[in-house]
């Protein structure tokens, strides 16, 4: 290679000096395109295009330009003798010159990731480089060429750094499993199984990064949708696909996806069982249908001094017809207008009339008052209000008495406009929305925590998803809702993926082996079969401390962790939490910042360097699946982990022998 730490800042400047010339080049193109396209259409989509190119490069985030360096040797027949800079983005070379950085995405960097002192790939040489914010600090090589491989400090360095802030990309880090599911074909639906640390939100978002690189005309019209379980989880992953060069996927949460907001209500547990049942799916069709009555009697349209009349026998194969096409409501409602209008068609031209557009829309607003009657126009709403007002005809057959039961209002609002309708309500009216009109279609969808997603919860992302792939993402042993899946295939079936791969990740990353151990003596106590987890770290501490008093417990293991670098969690069962922030306030210690106190059932998903768990008994005491609550509990730590308690710890956590 031959290359001095000197020869690559100077490369580092070459890299910031075209990135400037990018950014001047896509500002210059804004106004040229203006005047280039061939007609408005055109010039309109030119111009949205150059101004969001120029956008981007513009708001890039300040960080290396590149982290690894790839040298091509003689028995490559494609790069031999190349070498290519690895980074985030593509960046152009001078006067079009070759570029001076490859997009992590391109097939030439994928040997980057994959190559290995038994499979060099072509590579000679793979470099990494260590950074300091922007500034490179020193690189080191593994001479795969020679069949040399050893551990990178660089990579370990890396992996093990503290967390600060956001979730970072891991293109620096990405394993070669990893990186054979985040350049998946697009067509491909995947399952993966992740214990905490794995790199599966990781997995899927860097996914969603590449396919938008490898397929993004197939992707323009439909987009790609990450579905996250909660705002606090979308607002720590919210920097990963920016830093990343693609900021036009859709981060959402399945709530605000339904597009509704839930009001005051809220249902007991067995009443959300029930309707987060994939049976309500049945129950919900048979009250929207059942609105439709079989036409009793001709109809008849004024055209002028004439009235056309279509017969009932025809009307009732129409409307019988259209029910038989399986349409959604709203479309069968229309197609009913459009076949009667047809009918009255072609009597007007068998008389010799001439049937024009505006004849056309006149005899089909004619017909509106008589298609009420029989199809009607429906809002969800009122379709739920009724059914919750009185199931029993719609459910007949399908829930138990004891579930109509608990599904019935015990006091009905007085209308549909009046209610309040709880979380699980938001679900099926998004059913009965679907049912009416189609929804939104996606090009790929990305769901995380999916193992919590209810059956009919699974059904409205298997809608969006219909004609495009799914990348699901979770862990079966942290399902902590009612509902939550113990076996994926059946979870994939309803997602609406039946033959999606199903794959485990079982190396820990983020979390420390100590901390991996105690967590994995829980698994044996969780309704999941999944494997075990084991760590690519040996760094890491866990101590289990028990306390006469839980606040001033937890305030000494926060005051010690707050002397450390990173962020520092405390984790506690719900009810705890403002008793817990009270005391830590109290002995002046700043919650927010670095320091945050959060519910166990707010946890999933994040990540902080120094976790407390407070009072593990009283986290696995709170609901039916405490006890998975308390292992996401204790997998939220990627450094150090303390945990608290005054009472006795649950008997299905084994201690190691040095932390008891």
């Excluded at 580092?12 to 259409?41: F, H, K, Q, T």
């Excluded at 076996?487 to 901390?515: N, S």
Aim: aromatic share 6%.
């Amino acid at each position: 290679m031959g290359t001095t730490l000197d020869d690559e800042l100077d490369h580092v400047e070459r890299c910031r000096a075209g990135l400037r010339r990018m950014l001047e080049g896509a500002r210059d193109n804004v106004i040229v395109g203006e005047s280039v396209a061939g007609d408005r259409y055109s010039a309109e989509r030119l111009g949205r295009y150059l101004k969001s190119l120029a956008k981007e490069l513009s708001e890039e985030p300040e960080g290396p330009p590149f982290f690894g360096r790839l040298d091509f040797g003689r028995d490559s027949a494609e790069h031999r003798g190349r070498a290519y800079h690895i980074g985030r983005r593509h960046i152009t070379g001078e006067n079009g010159g070759p570029p001076v950085v490859i997009d992590w995405r391109a097939p030439v960097a994928r040997a980057f990731y994959r190559a290995s002192a038994r499979d060099p790939q072509g590579v000679a040489v793979r470099r990494r480089f260590g950074w300091r914010d922007t500034t490179l600090t020193g690189f080191e090589d593994e001479r795969l060429g020679q069949g040399e491989e050893s551990e990178s400090r660089i990579l370990a360095a890396e992996i093990e750094r503290p967390r600060v802030g956001p979730m970072r990309d891991i293109v620096a880090t990405i394993q070669p499993e990893q990186d054979d599911l985040v350049r998946a074909e697009l067509d491909t639906s995947l399952c993966v199984q992740g214990a905490p640390g794995t790199g599966k939100t990781a997995v899927g978002l860097h996914r969603a990064a590449y396919l938008l690189y490898a397929h993004r005309r197939r992707l323009e019209r439909g987009g790609v949708l990450v579905l996250g379980p909660n705002r606090a989880f979308l607002g720590y992953i919210s920097a990963v696909l920016p830093a990343l060069g693609e900021v036009d996927v859709e981060q959402t949460t399945l709530q605000r996806l339904l597009g509704a907001v839930a009001g005051a209500a809220a249902d007991e547990e067995a009443a959300a069982v029930v309707k987060h049942d994939e049976r309500m799916a049945k129950v919900l069709r048979r009250a929207l249908y059942a609105r439709i009555r079989k036409p009793v009697e001709p109809v008849a349209v004024p055209d002028g001094s004439y009235r056309w009349r279509v017969e009932e026998d025809e009307l009732r194969r129409i409307v019988d017809d259209t029910r038989r096409d399986s349409l959604p409501y709203g479309v069968g409602r229309e197609r009913v207008r459009a076949r009667v209008v047809e009918a009255i068609r072609r009597q007007a031209e068998a008389r010799g009339q001439t049937a024009n557009a505006a004849w056309l829309r006149k005899i089909g607003r004619a017909v509106t008052t008589w298609l009420d009657a029989v199809w009607p126009a429906v809002k969800p709403e009122e379709v739920l209000y009724e059914l919750l007002r009185d199931p029993s005809d719609p459910a007949r057959g399908v829930l138990t008495d004891a579930e109509r039961d608990v599904l019935t209002w015990a006091e009905p609002p007085r209308s549909a406009k009046s209610a309040r309708w709880s979380a699980a309500d938001l679900v099926l009216l998004d059913e009965l929305a679907c049912l009416i009109e189609r929804p939104r279609g996606y090009g790929h969808v990305i769901v995380d925590e999916a193992q919590d997603l209810s059956p009919m919860e699974c059904r409205a992302v298997a809608r969006r998803s219909e004609h495009g792939s799914l990348t699901v993402l979770g862990d079966l042993a942290q399902g902590t809702t009612p509902w939550a899946a113990t076996a994926w295939p059946r979870h994939m079936e309803l997602l609406g993926k039946p033959d999606g791969e199903v794959i485990a990740l079982t190396t820990g990353f983020r979390v420390p082996a100590a901390v991996v151990e105690l967590a994995n003596t829980l698994l044996a106590a969780l309704e999941a079969q999944v494997p075990a987890t084991r760590s690519y770290r040996t760094d890491g501490r866990l101590r289990i401390t028990r306390v006469a008093g839980l606040g001033k417990g937890v305030v000494a293991a926060v005051r010690e962790a707050l002397a450390f670098e990173g962020s520092v969690g405390v984790i506690a069962a719900d009810a705890d939490v403002e008793a817990l922030t009270s005391a830590l306030w109290n002995d002046g210690l700043d919650v927010g910042g670095r320091l945050s106190v959060l519910p166990a059932s707010m946890c999933k998903g994040l990540e902080y360097d120094h976790v407390v768990v407070a009072e593990p008994a009283a986290i696995a005491e709170a609901e039916r699946r405490g006890l998975n609550r308390l292992y996401v509990a204790l997998t939220r730590a990627v450094s150090r982990l303390d945990v608290v308690h005054a009472r006795p710890l649950p008997p299905q956590l084994s201690l190691p022998a040095e932390a008891s």
